[in-house]
Nanobody
Framework: QLQLVESGGGLVQPGGSLRLSCSGSGATFSTFGVGWWRQAPGKERQFVASNDRGGGNTQYLPGLMTRFSISRDNAKSTAYLQITSVQPEDTGVYYC?????????????????WGQGTQVTVSS
């Protein structure tokens, strides 16, 4: 059973940057595709980015690729989401998720394991 724990959220000023981390344990991290999702207040959970098992292929929600970057380090069983030039609309809870799918996926049903989420608040 894979467990995922996110970290790195917090309060950040508009235009700033942050890196979220997702640490996996309990199973072989490299056998899972990973993704990041976010949920803004009062809105549905939204796909942000996905990375395949080896980390070589990525997929992003259209429009986010210029500011978001997903990566992973399987030796550390950790996935990352780098966000630059943060904007108030980036505020929300960011979730790391994983699933045994091939390639990348933007479908919520592809992900069987979810972290508890980390809050990101963009405000001056």
């Amino acid at each position: 059973q894979l467990q995922l724990v996110e970290s790195g959220g917090g309060l950040v000023q508009p235009g700033g940057s942050l890196r979220l981390s997702c640490s996996g344990s309990g199973a072989t991290f490299s056998t899972f595709g990973v993704g990041w999702w976010r949920q803004a207040p009062g809105k549905e959970r939204q796909f942000v980015a996905s990375n395949d098992r080896g980390g070589g292929n990525t997929q992003y929600l259209p429009g986010l690729m210029t500011r978001f970057s997903i990566s992973r380090d399987n030796a550390k069983s950790t996935a990352y989401l780098q966000i630059t030039s943060v904007q108030p609309e980036d505020t929300g809870v960011y979730y790391c998720a994983a699933g045994r799918f091939a390639g990348t996926s933007s479908r919520q049903s592809s992900y069987n394991y979810w972290g508890q989420g980390t809050q990101v608040t963009v405000s001056s």
